[in-house]
């Protein structure tokens, strides 16, 4: 791979049937778990479709995600990750302001922006503030292979749960409940396996306002 690691990665061949408000919040839900994300870029013009790029603060985070996601099943299709060409071209281009007559001057501004703004948070990044440390709960229920969640924001669907959950050994199924977005099932092979699923990822954000709450569920 001849292109330098950065900040910024690249994903393609993902369904372009996808809105790009859900695309985003999936795309955050699957790799936020890398490291904290400053902005997804992704637009739904022809040209753009299927593809989308990811900002991570950290060089470290993108790479793990580059790595371990390669080839992963997002909707049905196995993504292709690389590293962006540039962070500050790409974000210029996907923004409309890498005009072919200003080429220069705004690849030059765009870098003078990104070195002088590296500690602050672009206007429009996704809210990452790092989730406020997890309280010490007494499972209601003794350990089981099932977890019950709750707390879970209004655009939760089986996909982003899906994409949480399975990159723990055991994962079998997510299973949401009619009528009630805020509350979902995700079962395990085992007892363990649920307990190290449960402890990773509770307080988990699928959106900023949201933390999401892990129990065992009543068998």
Do not use: W
């Amino acid at each position: 791979m001849d292109i330098r690691p950065n900040h910024t990665i690249y994903i393609n061949n993902v369904n372009d049937k996808i809105k790009k408000e859900e695309l985003k919040r999936s795309l955050y839900a699957l790799l936020s778990q890398f490291g904290q994300i400053l902005d997804i870029v992704a637009l739904k013009t022809d040209r753009m479709r299927g593809q989308a790029f990811v900002i991570f603060k950290e060089l470290s985070a993108a790479t793990n995600a580059l790595r371990q996601l390669q080839g992963f099943p997002f909707y049905n299709k196995p993504m292709r990750i690389q590293y962006a060409k540039t962070d500050s071209d790409i974000i210029a281009k996907m923004r409309g302001t890498y005009g072919d007559k200003e080429k220069k001057k705004e690849k030059k501004k765009k870098a003078q922006e990104l070195a002088a703004g590296a500690n602050k948070k672009p206007a429009g990044a996704i809210n990452t503030e790092p989730p406020a440390p997890a309280t010490v709960q007494v499972p209601d229920y003794p350990p089981n292979y099932i977890l019950f969640l709750n707390n879970l924001p209004e655009e939760t669907n089986e996909m982003m749960l899906s994409m949480l959950f399975n990159q723990f050994p055991g994962f079998k199924e997510v299973r949401l409940v009619p009528g009630k977005h805020d509350i979902a099932f995700v079962e395990f092979e085992s007892d363990a396996q649920a307990g190290v699923a449960k402890d990773a990822l509770q307080g988990f954000r699928i959106t900023a306002t949201c933390a999401m709450k892990i129990t065992y569920a009543k068998k």
